[in-house]
């Protein structure tokens, strides 16, 4: 049964400049694992999640360097998240709230590790 009431995780603003390094963790491959077979794909339009809607834009992280197609994947029945939502975790760890990091580690299993060209910097 799908939760009606998803919560919409990682779509921060960073203000930091990304780590030098990308942070590889149990998040990190949590998150990896979690995109690459998500529960459902499509966009957010007013604040509700849409299922195999694609928008045309892009997102782009505040630092400049990630650019990703914009999408948003339900990668868990209560979380939904961005395209972007691998390079927060792995360049901008300290500015994601431990709230959203505790409930990522709650609701994911599966770990993978990312590959070179998932972590990036576009
Ligand atoms: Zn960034």
């Known amino acids: ?41 499509g966009s957010i339009v007013n604040g ?3 299922p195999n809607l694609y928008s045309l834009g892009c997102y782009k992280c505040t630092c400049g360097k990630a650019i990703y197609a914009s999408q948003d ?3 868990s029945d209560g979380l939904i998240t961005n395209s972007v939502a691998l390079h927060y975790a792995a360049y901008h760890r300290c500015e994601i709230s431990k709230e959203e990091i505790f409930s990522i580690e709650l609701a994911l299993e599966n770990e993978e590790e990312p590959s070179y060209s998932d972590l990036e910097l576009q």
């Open 48 to 50: 509700t999640f849409v």
């Open 73 to 75: 994947f339900r990668i």
């Open 1 to 41: 049964m799908e939760n009606p009431i998803a919560i919409q995780i990682l779509y921060l603003q960073p203000k930091l400049p990304p780590s030098e390094r990308p942070t590889i963790d149990s998040l990190t491959r949590k998150l990896t694992a979690a995109l690459k077979n998500p529960k459902e794909q």
